[in-house]
T-cell receptor, first 114, second 113 residues
Framework: NAGVMQNPRHLVRRRGQEARLRCSPM?????VYWYRQLPEEGLKFMVY????????ESGMPKERFSAEFPKEGPSILRIQQVVRGDSAAYFC????????????FGQGTRLTVV | DQQVKQNSPSLSVQEGRISILNCDYT??????FLWYKKYPAEGPTFLIS?????DKNEDGRFTVFLNKSAKHLSLHIVPSQPGDSAVYFC????????????FGGGTRVLVKP
């Protein structure tokens, strides 16, 4: 009974490179959420996706960040031209279809921009 | 504008005693509240939740209390155990706006043996 799987666990990128973070939801879950945790802060909502649809991206920075959840395969959070301020822990959570309020989190990807 | 606040960044408690964690919110649209526990280098783990139609929910050593009029909730852990040492996050959902979680800043709990 695999939980939410995120990879890589740790990612180091130089300024200006692209970062791709992957999230495979729990089996049977069709909803994916991405959150970001900056050092010494709480988690901040970024984006909410269903298969092939972005439902709510109100927490996503307007530039350089994008997310997708294709029909097949994991959800991808993509950060283009990374800057030092993008260094954070990025967590993915999944939940069953609407009505379920409990979301299950992955172990996160720690992005370090050098 | 922080809609969910945990005003105590840390809490130290003796093993066997009660831990009380507090959380305040400002958005009256929130109608479901959750507590998550987080160990270093791991993702948050769901602990307990409460709907806004209730004022108390209990699960083993964990009890969550909700005071809607004060927009305040608390988590009681009794008795506290060393394994409870972690960061605890309060989170809220406005179901009409989807199930995205709005988190507080967290409270680091240290349970001393």
């Amino acid at each position: 009974n695999a939980g939410v799987m995120q990879n890589p666990r740790h990612l180091v990128r130089r300024r200006g490179q692209e970062a791709r973070l992957r999230c495979s939801p729990m089996k049977g879950h069709s909803h994916v959420y991405w959150y970001r945790q900056l050092p010494e802060e709480g988690l901040k909502f970024m984006v909410y996706l269903q298969k092939e649809n972005i439902i709510d991206e109100s927490g996503m920075p307007k530039e350089r960040f994008s997310a997708e959840f294709p029909k097949e395969g994991p959800s991808i959070l993509r950060i283009q031209q990374v800057v030092r301020g993008d260094s954070a822990a990025y967590f993915c959570a999944s939940s069953p279809p609407p009505g379920a309020t409990e979301a299950f989190f992955g172990q996160g990807t720690r992005l370090t921009v050098v | 504008d922080q809609q969910v606040k945990q005003n105590s960044p840390s809490l130290s408690v003796q093993e066997g005693r009660i831990s009380i964690l507090n959380c305040d919110y400002t958005n009256s649209m929130f109608d479901y509240f959750l507590w998550y526990k987080k160990y270093p280098a791991e993702g948050p783990t769901f602990l307990i939740s409460i709907s806004s139609i209730k004022d108390k929910n209990e699960d083993g050593r964990f009890t969550v209390f909700l005071n809607k009029s004060a927009k305040h909730l608390s988590l009681h852990i009794v008795p506290s155990q060393p394994g409870d040492s972690a960061v605890y996050f309060c989170a809220a959902i406005a179901k009409a706006a989807g199930n995205k979680l709005t988190f507080g800043g967290g409270t680091r709990v240290l349970v001393k043996p």
